[in-house]
């Protein structure tokens, strides 16, 4: 453990977040499982700019995606997405892409072999991205209200889908600025080849969760 990472996550996010965050940290380390918040929000309107100084947020091509994130670390290999026709807003700083969000209206890929489904009439926000060293300029929410003023300019009001792991601290804070509506929770635990899927009552009545589409697919 990184005695400075883990100290400046205290100053940041408190004690008890903290213990959280590294526990359950450690705790994946043995088994494959996530416990996230399900949020949602209403983009019948801007609630502020699109615009930040000195960067560029607009809708993002297959191409640019693709040329963009070789320069992120990390996992962003989504051809999956554009492949359907989810959209994707990013963010630039020059040529270079630097956040994205994307946007789908169908059951969505969460992991290989599990997907996160959810009602007609909801549209999901997932696989949101800044890179570190652009964070902390509001770059997610200019992108978020740039996807509101689209809408708006084509007469949409939608109703957005987000999911926030429990001890994503940095991600949750972004999100308390984007959601109005806390609706549940959704989780999923993989023991041996197969995942299993759990949601809180109000998640369940939605008809919001996980599903194991490769264990469905080998005993259909």
Partial sequence: MNVATFSKYVQRHGVLRTVRHYSLRLLRRLVDFEVLRVEAASEASPTGS??????????????????????LAGDHD????????DICLGTFFGDALVGYNFYSHDRTIHKPGL????????????????????????LVTARVN?????????????????????????SGAAYRHLTEERIGYVAYVKIRSRYHCFASPACKCA??????????????
């Fill in 50 to 71: 699109s615009t930040v100084a000195g960067y560029v947020t607009r809708t993002v091509t297959a191409a640019e995606y693709a040329a963009g994130v070789e320069a």
């Fill in 78 to 85: 989504r051809p999956w997405a554009f492949d359907r026709r």
């Fill in 115 to 138: 997907d996160f489904r959810f009602p007609d009439g909801f549209t999901y926000l997932f696989a949101v991205f800044t890179d570190p060293a652009h964070r902390g300029r509001q």
């Fill in 146 to 170: 740039k996807r509101r003023e689209i809408d708006q300019l084509q007469g949409v009001s939608r109703r957005v889908l987000g999911i926030i792991a429990v001890d994503n601290d940095a």
């Fill in 207 to 220: 008809g919001i969760g996980f599903v194991d589409t490769a264990w469905s697919a080998q005993h259909q």
